[in-house]
């Protein structure tokens, strides 16, 4: 007692320092300090240097505030009994720096751990939940879905542990080998479909145009033939006309000379022979070389004269 009675200002400045620096905390960026008087939630502290009543007041936990990442690896089973396997990246925070939120993320799990599990844990189950009612063969392009699906039912009870769902990306879905083997074949068989629908297309769109070609051109053919026809047509005419305007001259001016226009009509005869020697390249042609003969085409050569002079 003699010592403590020697020594009570020594003793009472020590207890007075320890209390002055127990008042003070600091709290870093980034996280917020939860205090507790007696195990009992008292209140908050934001990041900085705080006070807090030494000896009574305790900081029970720092809550990080900051964005957490936790990859997943699990098994579903689809409605037709396919094994699907995913890896998944699952990105969350504490949902706001509301006092009440806080006090939340403090005292709702024991640990971090058993947040992390319970997290874990419901995120595999709303996967599982919905991939046991799609069938293997639409699994693949539904990730989009699955996200959607599983932030609606998540985000409930994260809300509850004063927790928000950020992101969840869907990183590789895989199946087992035989699944992809076969789903290989089905690509492949159906890639090899569209490639023989495509070249019957193309043949037959080919074939379609070549006919068209071959019906334009049968059809330009006949055009002009048709206008072939219709102008040598008109060039015989006008021959014929040409001809018969010139024996008319001739045979007026044999009669004004007192010439028989008989000589006209042998000089065709024999015109009409020797083109027949010249340019009949071989070709054999009978003409009947007789008086009577002769005067039988000279009455026909006549007979056409007088049917051209009537038109």
Same mark, same amino acid.
Request: glycine fraction near 18%.
């Given at each position: 007692m003699d010592f403590i009675a020697e020594n009570f200002n020594i003793i009472f400045l020590v207890l007075l320092a320890l209390? #002055?620096? $127990?008042?003070?905390?600091?709290?870093?960026?980034? #996280?917020? $300090?939860?205090?507790?008087?007696?195990?009992?939630?008292r209140r908050i502290l934001r990041p900085g240097l705080r006070m807090k009543i030494p000896f009574i007041e305790k900081i029970y936990k720092k809550i990080s505030i900051q964005n957490r990442s936790v990859e997943l690896e699990f098994q579903a089973v689809t409605i037709d009994q396919a094994n699907v396997y995913f890896k998944s990246m699952l990105l969350y925070s504490v949902q706001n720096e509301n006092a009440e939120t806080i006090q939340k993320v403090a005292f709702k799990f024991i640990s971090d751990k058993d947040l992390m599990q319970a997290l874990v844990r419901t995120i595999e189950g709303n996967i599982r939940a919905f991939v046991a009612t799609r069938r293997q063969s639409e699994i693949l392009g539904l990730r989009r879905d699955i996200v959607e699906f599983v932030k609606q039912h998540v985000d409930l009870s994260l809300e509850d542990w004063g927790y928000h769902l950020q992101d969840l990306q869907i990183n590789d879905i895989t199946f087992d080998q035989a699944i992809i083997d076969s789903m290989s074949k089905v690509v492949a068989s159906n890639n090899l479909k569209a490639a023989a629908e495509?070249?019957?297309?193309a043949l037959l769109i080919t074939k379609t145009k070549a006919a068209e070609a071959e019906g334009n051109s049968i059809k330009i053919a006949a055009e002009a033939e048709r206008q072939a026809a219709q102008l040598r047509g008109q060039g015989v005419a006008l021959f014929r006309e040409e001809v018969a305007k010139g024996m008319s001259q001739a045979a007026a001016e044999m009669k004004q000379a007192n010439l028989d226009t008989n000589v006209i009509l042998f000089s065709m005869w024999t015109e009409a022979i020797k083109n027949f020697a010249e340019y009949g390249k071989g070709n054999v042609i009978f003409l009947d070389g007789s008086s009577d003969g002769m005067e039988k085409t000279m009455r026909q050569i006549m007979a056409m004269q007088q049917m051209e002079s009537k038109r």
């Open positions: 209390a #002055f620096l $127990g008042s003070f905390v600091t709290v870093n960026q980034g #996280f917020i $300090g939860v205090v507790t008087m007696f195990g009992k939630y495509n070249e019957g297309q």
